[in-house]
């Protein structure tokens, strides 16, 4: 069935007179058509430009035959259906036609039927049509998918490789921190160990960002500023964007304060800064800016998803190309892309897309040809937190335990031995366990006296909290402390939030460890 109310037809035919009986044989079957006639090949092959939905071609003209413009409309436009006319054909001759791509041939004689055949060309075309899509749909999908594939691997290996370093970083934050109580503040040697110390921090920041690149970082919102984020990220992104591009700061002094989450926050800005990079392979110049903005109703109807309220306006600017308008309708669908195939998943500009609307904001872009193209995310602030609501800094004194026992079970050795050393410095009672066996070995034969079971959450035996479970059927007041260095997909968040126990990530300091075992201690 025909969709279009108009057909657009491109008639080949060198005399006026043979154009016209085809002409009355369509209208007297109802076929509603406007018609561009041509005569030659060059206005054929301009003809063929303008994309029509049909053309009807005479058999034998003066300057070239039917055939000689079946092969250029099929080499030009293959999608387009071309119907010959002829006065005479054999038929080897129109067997010859059909094989050649001929959707179908009249006689001259027979116009009565063109109308029927134009229809049924066209709905074959359609079919056609349909299908092209239909497998091309299938090829982005195989393409996707490989995509997924490869993401999700390089995820796998970026997420294994953060473990194995936070552990690495524990031992190296960990030993730091017992010389540092042992060395005076005057003494040089604290300096070094204090740059140590430094190292290891930004080293931690680094497998932070790889999880964060790995998608398995999960979303804990917290109060926060922009601009400080933006400042922690710059190192970073001038190693990301090279030498060839410029990279601006435009920070507000004042900004308001946000809820949200910093891992994404800095996926969000680190992908809208790489896809600037990307459409600039000339070099050229990155904005990074963040301003307050107060949006009241009237202010909502210039902006798509706004909604009134007081927002941070997070807006990363390059002064490329531009983007057209039919590309900027789909920038944010997952997989779309205009990069070269291998290039670019695709997924990179949805998933800032998918950022903002989690922190509750939405996302606008920008763009001018030739000038370039801004994109700003519009996230809602909070008040700042007062100083008397933040928690204060405890002495050393005050993480001091009182002869609490605890059961630490750490499959790593030299984490092990770490947290041993630090938690036996503080006056708690430490009896190290390698894995889960050995953990229920030791419960047993100290018939379950514990006061803290602090437990790794990825044992080569068994599961952190599989094990817990069985211990607290012993004796089931226990407090529970859960640590990991591993994603938050393995790291079992999930059934720890259930059951409410305490978790703090690796690579921890010592202070935050003592801290945090010293909360959990007085909250039983």
């Given amino acids: 069935m025909m969709k279009k109310e108009t057909l657009h037809l491109l008639i080949l035919e060198d005399n006026p007179e043979n154009a016209e009986p085809m002409i009355n044989a369509l209208e007297k ?41 079946l092969k250029i409309a099929k080499e030009a436009a293959p999608e387009i259906p071309l119907i010959l006319i002829s006065d005479t054909i054999g038929d080897d001759k129109a067997v010859e036609c059909l094989k050649a791509g001929a959707d179908d041939f009249v006689l001259k004689h027979k116009l009565s039927r063109l109308g029927k055949v134009v229809k049924r ?32 691997a390089i995820g796998t290996l970026a997420g294994g490789v953060a473990h194995d370093f936070n552990n690495i970083l524990m031992a190296i934050q960990g030993n730091v921190d017992i010389a540092l109580m042992d060395v005076e503040k005057d003494h040089p040697v604290h300096l070094n160990l204090m740059e140590i110390r430094k190292a290891s921090e930004r080293a931690s920041d680094l497998t932070r960002q790889l999880l964060l690149f790995s998608r398995r ?41 946000i809820k949200g989450d910093t891992g994404t926050i800095e996926q969000a800005v680190m992908n809208l800064v790489v896809n600037a990079r990307d459409v600039m392979t000339d070099g050229g110049k990155i904005t990074v800016a963040t301003n307050n903005l107060f949006l009241n109703e009237k202010d909502c109807r210039l902006y798509s998803d706004a909604k009134p309220g007081e927002f941070v306006c997070l807006s990363v600017q390059d002064n490329g190309d531009g983007i057209a308008p039919p590309i900027l309708d789909r920038i944010f669908d997952p997989f779309f892309t205009t990069k070269e195939q291998g290039k ?47 928690p ?74 599989k094990l817990v479970k069985q211990l607290l059927k ?39 460890m003592l801290k945090t075992v010293k909360e959990v201690l007085e909250k039983k």
Avoid at 124 to 149: F, G, P
Avoid at 348 to 357: D, E, F, N, R, T
């Fill in 392 to 465: 204060p800094v405890l002495s050393p004194e005050k993480l001091n335990g009182n002869q609490e026992r605890i059961l630490l079970v750490e499959d790593e050795e030299v984490v092990r031995n770490i947290l041993r050393e630090l938690l036996s410095e503080k006056k708690y009672k430490v009896f190290p366990a390698a894995n889960a066996q050995e953990a229920l070995a030791i419960f047993e034969k100290e018939k379950g006296a514990f006061d803290l079971i602090f437990s790794d959450v990825v044992l080569p035996d068994l599961r952190g909290p």
């Fill in 217 to 257: 970082q999960a979303m804990e919102q917290i109060p926060l500023n922009p601009n400080k984020i933006i400042k922690n990220l710059l190192k970073m992104l001038n190693r990301l964007i090279g030498e060839d591009i410029i990279l601006k700061v435009d920070l507000a002094n004042d900004l308001k304060m």
């Fill in 29 to 69: 079957d109802g076929i509603s058509f406007e018609w561009n006639r041509v005569d030659s090949k060059e206005s054929f092959i301009k003809g063929l430009k303008e994309k029509p939905d049909l053309v009807l071609a005479a058999h034998s003209l003066i300057a070239f035959d039917g055939m000689d413009a």
């Fill in 121 to 152: 060309a066209l709905e074959e075309a359609e079919i056609y049509k349909e299908r092209i899509q239909t497998e091309e749909i299938l090829l982005m999908s195989d393409e996707n998918l490989r995509q997924v594939q490869k993401m999700e």
């Fill in 474 to 512: 012993q004796k089931p007041k226990i407090p529970v402390l859960f640590t990991s260095g591993y994603s938050e997909e393995k790291s079992d968040r999930e059934i720890i939030n259930e059951f409410g126990y305490t978790y703090i990530k690796k690579p921890f300091t010592s202070y935050d």
């Fill in 344 to 390: 670019g998943t695709g997924l990179g500009l949805s998933a800032v897309y998918g950022i903002v609307k989690k922190h509750e904001g939405w996302i606008n872009v920008e763009s001018i040809p030739d000038e370039g193209t801004t994109f700003k995310m519009y996230l809602p602030t909070i008040s700042a937190e007062p100083e008397q609501n933040r």
